[in-house]
């Protein structure tokens, strides 16, 4: 039951990012576009850890570790698609700083989450 909630927290944030992502890869560089979504997983695990954290526990019923597992993975598939236009992008011959800060970025909460 667990694994099957996360999954479908995963499939719901997953298709959201790649549509945010093509969307403003129409309008800018792959690597900029990147660069604005790779900061969601990041400040969805914050904000979740921040009301974990509640003493009262008055948002328990929310299931918050759901929540903040499916951030987790979702950071890590996030971080893959950074490292796939790193890859790309060391065959194009463009830069690449950006890329790497912003899949660092995105891959924070899955190494955070684990260590």
Known sequence: MFRSQVLLGVFAL????????????????????YLAICWVPLTLYMGIRIFLDDPDHTLNEY?????LESVCWTSLFQASLGVGLLISAIAKKEGRV???????????????DRA
């Open 14 to 33: 997953v298709p959201s990012l790649l549509l945010c992502y093509a969307v403003l890869s129409t309008f800018y560089r792959s690597s900029r576009a």
């Open 63 to 67: 299931n918050l570790g759901l929540m």
């Open 98 to 112: 950006t890329l790497i800060i912003a899949t660092l970025i995105a891959g924070l909460p899955f190494i955070i």
